[in-house]
């Protein structure tokens, strides 16, 4: 089992500029969230995903901020035009449906610095 | 708003030593709570959770929960220097089996040898 797989593991861009997240989630598992983390306001639920389906989008803090899950194996997060207040550790979890205290299984993460 | 609160630290005990990180909660209906451990630089991984009230062991780690007053809380016994990172606490939504994790901003933990 490979685990959550992120990709960039790092990115550093100019303001304005398009960022894309990528995230591969484990196979089998139903359920994918988007955390950002910051030493400010520490691990923040950005969106989730069950089933490919976003459920809860209320963490997204603001339009500029975009998921989707086109299908099981993929799900993206982007940013558009990015802002330094942007820079964060941005993480990838999963864990699988229809088991009671399941674990969330959070991928390396990408860092993501805005200047 | 679901909140999670821990005592922000830095904590700081030798090696040998009972650790005890702490953490309160304020949605009442929250039902299970993760203890997530965070080495610098890395993502969390699950330690233990809980859903009783009362203690829960698992080696060296004693998670314990009271529903009543709201608070969670882990002990590691026998602290070892490579237990030196960041503790999250996490809760889930009420009523949720599958939802949602709320976490708290963490504790640091230092072990000196």
């Known amino acids: 089992d490979a685990g959550v797989i992120q990709s960039p593991r790092h990115e550093v861009t100019e303001m304005g500029q398009e960022v894309t997240l990528r995230c591969k989630p484990i196979s089998g598992h139903d359920y994918l969230f988007w955390y950002r983390q910051t030493m400010m306001r520490g691990l923040e639920l950005l969106i989730y995903?069950?089933?490919?389906?976003?459920?809860?989008d209320s963490g997204m803090p603001e339009d500029r901020f975009s998921a989707k899950m086109p299908n099981a194996s993929f799900s993206t997060l982007k940013i558009q035009p990015s802002e330094p207040r942007d820079s964060a550790v941005y993480f990838c979890?999963?864990?699988?449906?229809?088991?009671?205290?399941?674990?969330?299984?959070f991928g390396n993460g990408t860092r993501l610095t805005v200047t | 708003q679901k909140e999670v609160e821990q005592n922000s630290g830095p904590l700081s005990v030798p090696e040998g030593a009972i650790a005890s990180l702490n953490c309160t909660y304020s949605?009442?209906?929250?039902?299970?709570f993760f203890w997530y451990r965070q080495y610098s630089g890395k993502s969390p991984e699950l330690i233990m959770f809980i859903y009783s009230n009362g203690d829960k062991e698992d080696g060296r780690f004693t998670a314990q929960l009271n529903k009543a007053s709201q608070y969670v809380s882990l002990l590691i016994r026998d602290s070892q220097p490579s237990d030196s990172a960041t503790y999250l606490c996490a809760g889930t939504d009420r009523g949720s089996t599958l939802g949602r994790l709320y976490f708290g901003r963490g504790t640091q933990l230092t072990v000196w040898p």
């Open positions: 949605d009442r209906g929250s039902q299970s």
């Open positions: 979890a999963s864990r699988p449906g229809g088991v009671r205290n399941s674990p969330l299984h």
């Open positions: 995903f069950n089933n490919n389906v976003p459920i809860d």
